[in-house]
């Protein structure tokens, strides 16, 4: 009843109003406020007196507080805040008589606010938080707490609270044990038990002897030091907008450059490094790989595996540049279909080296798929 009372008397109710409005009405069995009610209306049911005027607010809620008062005797307002109920008995001391008329246009007003579908809420954010805190996470919490907006940064102690006592105690074993005693204090007493279990013993008997000495630290110094820890486990993670190794990213680029570009350029690296020219080396697969890369028995699969118009083309163009890789798809086709590919290069002539080129390109990807799809296995370097 005190919550709906405040709602009425917005002047000095600004408070959440979460009981129900009605318990003051019908559950407390108010006599007097019940026959206050029935003379409010006539005989279809409507409202017949308009507001009051002259009262504010809070004076119309101490008309309220009255007429419930004489029929209870005791009325409970435990649930206004100090501030509120000094204004009601402000507001009780600044009236003296009411006439019937205006009592019952308060009552009226009253019951018509009560029976609105409008909704009022509890204005600040603490009290937000006290009314949604049993459906808030933790994180939630924290956020709201700290008094940041939804969209700002995480709190890097969220997030360090979360992480595996392994992990943290990994990152943990670079710094210094002022500062492992400060993420063993701020975190909770479980994980911090966890990741002393994972240090060193040396280092954490010293991060514990820190811990034990730690006073007041100010907040500023805290948030740098979960916004440096934060920073190591995201260098640790981060793979970089470039993931996988550099040297078969340009191998794999290499595979698809034109035979004489690719010899021009690997040659080049050779000259300023040796090893990673070897290591590039390796790992590209062209069509001149084909012989050491792809065993016999798959070239049939290789062959279905592009057009036989692109067959054809890098065959016809491979005749002058990589004879040997021709004469090894060939040989390892059926006698047959061999035949048949030899008298079509001869037929297709002489074949640009752009063209030439392109076709080896699409063999060499035929292969890459087929080994994706589990087809044929490429021979390593080293097999």
Same mark, same amino acid.
């Given at each position: 009843?005190?919550?709906?009372?405040?709602?009425?008397?917005?002047?000095?109710?600004?408070?959440? &109003?979460?009981?129900?409005?009605?318990?003051?009405?019908?559950?407390?069995?108010?006599?007097?406020?019940?026959?206050?009610?029935?003379?409010?209306?006539?005989?279809?049911?409507?409202?017949?007196?308009?507001?009051?005027?002259?009262?504010?607010?809070?004076?119309?809620?101490?008309?309220?507080?009255?007429?419930?008062?004489?029929?209870?005797?005791?009325?409970?307002?435990?649930?206004?805040?100090?501030?509120?109920? $000094?204004?009601?008995?402000?507001?009780?001391?600044?009236?003296?008589?009411?006439?019937?008329?205006?009592?019952?246009?308060?009552?009226?007003?009253?019951?018509?606010?009560?029976?609105?579908?409008?909704?009022?809420?509890?204005?600040?954010?603490?009290?937000?938080?006290?009314?949604?805190?049993?459906?808030?996470?933790? *994180?939630?919490?924290?956020?709201?707490?700290?008094?940041?907006?939804?969209?700002?940064?995480?709190?890097?102690? &969220?997030?360090?609270?979360?992480?595996?006592?392994?992990? &943290?105690?990994?990152?943990?074993?670079?710094?210094?044990?002022?500062?492992?005693?400060?993420?063993?204090?701020?975190?909770?007493?479980?994980?911090?038990?966890?990741? &002393?279990?994972?240090?060193?013993?040396?280092?954490?008997?010293?991060? =514990?002897?820190?811990?034990?000495?730690?006073?007041?630290?100010?907040?500023?110094? $805290?948030?740098?030091?979960?916004?440096?820890?934060?920073?190591?486990?995201?260098?640790?993670?981060?793979?970089?907008?470039?993931?996988?190794?550099?040297?078969?990213?340009?191998?794999?680029?290499?595979?698809?450059?034109?035979?004489?570009?690719?010899?021009?350029?690997?040659?080049?690296?050779?000259?300023?490094?040796?090893?990673?020219?070897?290591?590039?080396?390796?790992?590209?697969?062209?069509?001149?790989?084909?012989?050491?890369?792809?065993?016999?028995?798959?070239?049939?699969?290789?062959?279905?595996? $592009?057009?036989?118009?692109?067959? $054809?083309?890098?065959?016809?163009?491979?005749?002058?540049?990589?004879? *040997?890789?021709?004469?090894?798809?060939?040989?390892?086709?059926?006698?047959?279909?061999?035949?048949?590919?030899?008298?079509?290069?001869?037929?297709?002539?002489?074949?640009?080296?752009? *063209?030439?080129?392109?076709?080896?390109?699409?063999?060499?990807?035929?292969?890459?798929?087929?080994?994706?799809?589990?087809?044929?296995?490429?021979? =390593?370097?080293?097999?």
């Amino acid at each position: 009843m005190s919550n709906a009372l405040a709602e009425f008397g917005t002047e000095f109710g600004s408070d959440d &109003l979460a009981l129900p409005i009605q318990s003051g009405l019908t559950d407390q069995g108010s006599d007097v406020l019940e026959r206050a009610i029935a003379d409010t209306h006539n005989s279809v049911g409507q409202p017949r007196l308009g507001a009051p005027s002259g009262l504010r607010r809070d004076q119309k809620a101490a008309i309220i507080v009255r007429l419930m008062h004489m029929d209870m005797g005791e009325l409970s307002l435990s649930e206004l805040e100090t501030r509120n109920m $000094v204004q009601l008995v402000r507001a009780t001391a600044d009236l003296s008589f009411v006439d019937e008329a205006t009592t019952l246009a308060v009552i009226d007003e009253f019951l018509a606010e009560i029976g609105s579908s409008a909704l009022y809420f509890r204005p600040g954010l603490d009290n937000a938080i006290g009314a949604l805190q049993n459906h808030l996470s933790e *994180d939630a919490s924290a956020m709201l707490a700290s008094n940041k907006p939804a969209n700002a940064p995480e709190d890097p102690w &969220l997030g360090i609270q979360r992480m595996d006592p392994a992990e &943290l105690a990994d990152i943990l074993l670079h710094e210094t044990p002022q500062v492992c005693a400060v993420v063993i204090s701020k975190i909770s007493a479980v994980k911090s038990a966890e990741i &002393l279990t994972h240090l060193p013993d040396e280092l954490a008997r010293a991060t =514990t002897f820190a811990a034990s000495k730690i006073g007041r630290i100010g907040e500023v110094a $805290v948030a740098k030091i979960g916004a440096a820890i934060a920073q190591a486990v995201n260098i640790r993670n981060d793979q970089g907008a470039l993931s996988g190794d550099p040297a078969e990213r340009i191998g794999a680029i290499l595979n698809f450059t034109p035979g004489t570009a690719r010899e021009a350029l690997i040659g080049s690296l050779e000259n300023q490094d040796s090893n990673l020219a070897e290591r590039i080396r390796k790992i590209m697969f062209t069509f001149a790989d084909i012989p050491d890369r792809i065993d016999v028995k798959d070239i049939a699969k290789l062959a279905r595996a $592009v057009e036989n118009k692109t067959l $054809v083309t890098a065959l016809a163009g491979g005749e002058k540049t990589e004879p *040997d890789t021709v004469q090894f798809i060939l040989k390892n086709l059926s006698k047959r279909l061999a035949e048949q590919l030899a008298e079509e290069m001869r037929e297709i002539g002489e074949v640009k080296p752009r *063209d030439a080129d392109a076709a080896m390109n699409a063999i060499i990807q035929g292969a890459r798929d087929l080994e994706a799809q589990g087809e044929i296995t490429l021979i =390593t370097q080293e097999e």
